[in-house]
């Protein structure tokens, strides 16, 4: 294969597709899907249960990496990475805010939004100052010793928010974040990825909610499998 | 186990390698008479002596290891006896002039037993210098006498000290070493009128003892054809054998302590692979958020190793505190042995981390996605 040119997107997907082997051949969640997304963008994708946002997303976010195609984070050939390079590559430019929070019971909001921070091998003195900024920035200082169990639902995924871009990742992938909150909670988290993309952060998002997708630049509707054009 | 090298480490006091051993019991029915029984003695070993292959030969009464030695009220000639139930008791051993020659025992003063000391001339022996410093401290026991006892109102014979030998270890190391070792020379008829007709036969080889013993097995067939010679055997073997149950105990102990290691490593494995099920959501969150596979394993392995280090301080408290109780059962190690307890401490860490390696590996491969869509 001949060399690429150097390219300025954070994310370029060619011909990505996703299969399951069945026992009478194979059940394809993802076909052909040719996706560009630019630096500073904000993707919303949506479509029905089923139609493999969450696969797609989970692809980007180097979770998955059972799938084929052609897949560049920033120029580097996904396809082409080991294992190691690709945990490496999603360590330093991604932050992944699930639909559950999932946020670790035991460890209060400080260790929570600390722990991305100790995967990247910071310093501890530094990760101090980093999580107690975030903590200041975001509101939540007075929360810093609680648990998750002593928070909402709401608090609890700005925490999860907190702890993906606590890293200064560029690029936040963000499964239905607003799937377990109620409008006012589910509005502050839309206003808070607004915020971020209008500081450069790219955010791409998994979502149903149409007035969710308009925070965002533009949508990307997927059904079983294939992006619509 | 290092109770068994400690035992079978100690230096015995005498030669054991290339020794040939053999029981000869004269029937009273042929041999009614001391001096009967010493004139077959006498032939045979004059015969042995002259096998090729033989370096010496001699008979004892009572062979190391084997389990006897003969118990004999003594007093101090000179000194005014103590009533018979306070006289001290001697360890003796009838044996023949090469014995201490033939099982390398050295001499430390005086001489050995030699051809003048003869059954009509004065009744000699040989003692331990244990026995000589209990009885003669600070004196010169060479030429000191002891004599016997009866009950039977005969005159008690008196015997002079010719010679002083080191104590011998006359039974396993973990027993208590017999005192007041004495020995008596067969041909001088110890204890008369009390015959003494079963003797065992020693010879120092060349070679492989094995090796003479149908050469033996003629000597005393040329001398008296329906004598039956028993139990032949090399003098390593029988002090081999006599280890045979402290063998059996450190085998028992070293089985049930591997079944216990065992039972420990899969309790362990089971646990954590049980605890790493239940952390499944956690160690998907901990890998999307950029744990590598050595950031799951330390997890996982330091979460094992907390539960073995509790049961490791549990453990150490306890063999501390009990440790007593095995002290019936050790030889030249203490029960708080600190080699014994950290080489216990290494192997049950290994073990504790060969428990751990399986289900931390296996968390190492859990599917993210799979796990937080779960």
Same mark, same amino acid.
């Given at each position: 294969?001949?060399?690429?040119?150097?390219?300025?997107?954070?994310?370029?997907?060619?011909?990505?597709?996703?299969?399951?082997?069945?026992?009478?051949?194979?059940?394809?969640?993802?076909?052909?899907?040719?996706?560009?997304?630019?630096?500073?963008?904000?993707?919303?994708?949506?479509?029905?249960?089923?139609?493999?946002?969450?696969?797609?997303?989970?692809?980007?976010?180097?979770?998955?990496?059972?799938?084929?195609? &052609?897949?560049?984070?920033?120029?580097?050939?996904?396809?082409?990475?080991?294992?190691?390079?690709?945990?490496?590559?999603?360590?330093?430019?991604?932050?992944?805010?699930?639909?559950?929070?999932?946020?670790?019971?035991?460890?209060?909001?400080?260790?929570?939004?600390?722990?991305?921070?100790?995967?990247?091998?910071?310093?501890?003195?530094?990760?101090?100052?980093?999580?107690?900024?975030?903590?200041?920035?975001?509101?939540?200082?007075?929360?810093?010793?609680?648990?998750?169990?002593?928070?909402?639902?709401?608090?609890?995924?700005?925490?999860?928010?907190?702890?993906?871009?606590?890293?200064?990742?560029?690029?936040?992938?963000?499964?239905?974040?607003?799937?377990?909150?109620?409008?006012?909670?589910?509005?502050?988290?839309?206003?808070?990825?607004?915020?971020?993309?209008?500081?450069?952060?790219?955010?791409?998002?998994?979502?149903?909610? &149409?007035?969710?997708?308009?925070?965002?630049?533009?949508?990307?509707?997927?059904?079983?499998?294939?992006?619509?054009? | @186990?290092?109770?068994?090298?400690?035992?079978?480490?100690?230096?015995?006091?005498?030669?054991?390698?290339?020794?040939?051993?053999?029981?000869?019991?004269?029937?009273?029915?042929? +041999?009614?008479?001391?001096?009967?029984?010493?004139?077959?003695?006498?032939?045979?070993?004059?015969?042995?002596?002259?096998?090729?292959?033989?370096?010496?030969?001699?008979?004892?009464?009572?062979?190391?290891?084997?389990? =006897?030695?003969?118990?004999?009220?003594?007093?101090?000639?000179?000194?005014?006896?103590?009533?018979?139930?306070? @006289?001290?008791?001697?360890?003796?051993? #009838?044996?023949?002039?090469? +014995?201490?020659?033939?099982?390398?025992?050295?001499?430390?003063?005086?001489?050995?037993?030699?051809?003048?000391?003869?059954?009509?001339? $004065?009744?000699?022996?040989?003692?331990?210098?244990?026995?000589?410093?209990?009885?003669?401290?600070?004196?010169?026991?060479?030429?000191?006498?002891?004599?016997?006892?009866?009950?039977?109102?005969?005159?008690?014979?008196?015997?002079?000290?010719?010679?002083?030998?080191?104590?011998?270890?006359?039974?396993?190391?973990?027993?208590?070493?017999?005192?007041?070792?004495?020995?008596?020379?067969?041909?001088?008829?110890?204890?008369?009128?009390?015959?003494?007709?079963?003797?065992?036969?020693?010879?120092?080889?060349?070679?492989?003892?094995?090796?003479?013993? %149908?050469?033996?097995?003629?000597? #005393?067939? =040329? #001398?008296?054809?329906?004598?039956?010679?028993?139990?032949? +055997?090399?003098?390593?073997?029988?002090?081999?054998?006599?280890?045979?149950?402290?063998?059996?105990?450190?085998?028992?102990?070293?089985?049930?302590?591997?079944?216990?290691?065992?039972?420990?490593?899969?309790?362990?494995?089971?646990?954590?692979? +049980?605890?790493?099920?239940?952390?499944?959501?956690?160690?998907?969150?901990?890998?999307?958020? =950029?744990?590598?596979?050595? %950031?799951?394993?330390?997890?996982?392995?330091?979460?094992?190793?907390?539960?073995? =280090?509790?049961?490791?301080?549990?453990? #150490?408290?306890?063999?501390?505190?009990? %440790?007593?109780?095995? $002290?019936?059962?050790?030889?030249?190690?203490?029960?708080?042995?600190?080699?014994?307890?950290?080489?216990?401490?290494?192997?049950?860490?290994?073990?504790?981390?060969?428990?751990?390696?399986?289900?931390?590996?296996?968390?190492?491969?859990?599917?993210?996605?799979?796990?937080?869509?779960?």
């Amino acid at each position: 294969m001949a060399d690429r040119k150097p390219r300025t997107s954070m994310i370029e997907l060619k011909n990505i597709e996703k299969s399951y082997k069945l026992k009478n051949g194979f059940y394809y969640v993802l076909r052909q899907i040719d996706l560009t997304v630019e630096q500073g963008d904000f993707v919303s994708v949506m479509g029905p249960s089923g139609a493999g946002k969450s696969t797609l997303l989970h692809i980007l976010g180097l979770h998955d990496a059972e799938w084929e195609g &052609e897949f560049y984070l920033l120029d580097q050939p996904v396809h082409k990475l080991k294992q190691k390079e690709r945990v490496n590559l999603r360590k330093k430019h991604t932050g992944f805010v699930f639909q559950s929070y999932h946020l670790l019971d035991d460890l209060t909001v400080y260790e929570n939004i600390e722990l991305p921070l100790s995967y990247r091998d910071v310093p501890h003195s530094q990760r101090e100052s980093i999580v107690c900024d975030a903590l200041d920035r975001f509101n939540i200082v007075g929360k810093r010793d609680l648990f998750p169990s002593q928070l909402s639902g709401g608090q609890q995924q700005l925490v999860a928010i907190v702890r993906a871009i606590v890293a200064k990742p560029e690029l936040i992938l963000a499964d239905e974040p607003t799937g377990n909150l109620h409008s006012d909670q589910a509005r502050e988290i839309m206003e808070l990825f607004k915020r971020l993309n209008s500081e450069g952060t790219t955010i791409v998002q998994v979502t149903h909610s &149409e007035e969710n997708a308009s925070y965002g630049k533009r949508i990307v509707r997927l059904k079983d499998g294939w992006m619509e054009k | @186990m290092r109770s068994l090298e400690a035992i079978q480490s100690v230096s015995l006091g005498f030669r054991t390698n290339n020794i040939l051993t053999a029981e000869v019991y004269l029937a009273d029915a042929k +041999y009614p008479t001391q001096t009967a029984c010493n004139l077959f003695f006498d032939k045979l070993l004059a015969k042995l002596q002259q096998l090729p292959g033989v370096r010496s030969a001699a008979i004892v009464d009572d062979l190391p290891f084997s389990g =006897g030695f003969g118990m004999n009220a003594f007093g101090i000639v000179g000194q005014t006896d103590p009533p018979l139930k306070d @006289m001290p008791i001697l360890r003796s051993q #009838i044996v023949s002039i090469d +014995y201490f020659h033939t099982l390398g025992i050295t001499l430390l003063r005086g001489r050995f037993f030699d051809d003048q000391d003869g059954s009509d001339k $004065e009744k000699v022996i040989v003692v331990s210098d244990e026995f000589a410093a209990r009885f003669f401290p600070g004196q010169d026991p060479i030429g000191k006498q002891i004599h016997d006892v009866n009950s039977i109102g005969l005159t008690p014979n008196a015997y002079t000290i010719v010679g002083i030998v080191p104590a011998i270890q006359h039974d396993r190391p973990d027993f208590p070493r017999a005192p007041h070792q004495v020995y008596f020379l067969y041909s001088q008829s110890p204890f008369a009128p009390r015959i003494t007709n079963d003797f065992t036969l020693v010879l120092h080889t060349q070679g492989d003892p094995v090796t003479l013993v %149908n050469a033996l097995r003629q000597s #005393i067939a =040329g #001398i008296d054809p329906t004598l039956p010679l028993t139990s032949i +055997y090399p003098f390593d073997q029988v002090i081999y054998d006599s280890f045979a149950s402290r063998r059996l105990q450190m085998t028992l102990v070293g089985a049930f302590s591997v079944a216990a290691l065992v039972l420990a490593i899969v309790g362990l494995y089971g646990v954590l692979s +049980y605890s790493v099920s239940l952390r499944k959501r956690e160690l998907s969150v901990r890998i999307a958020l =950029g744990a590598q596979a050595a %950031n799951i394993l330390g997890l996982v392995v330091g979460q094992g190793l907390k539960i073995a =280090g509790v049961g490791l301080m549990v453990g #150490i408290i306890s063999a501390l505190t009990l %440790n007593h109780l095995i $002290e019936w059962a050790l030889f030249g190690v203490s029960a708080a042995d600190p080699i014994s307890f950290g080489a216990s401490v290494l192997v049950l860490v290994a073990a504790a981390l060969v428990a751990c390696l399986l289900p931390a590996l296996r968390a190492t491969r859990i599917d993210p996605i799979r796990a937080l869509r779960e």
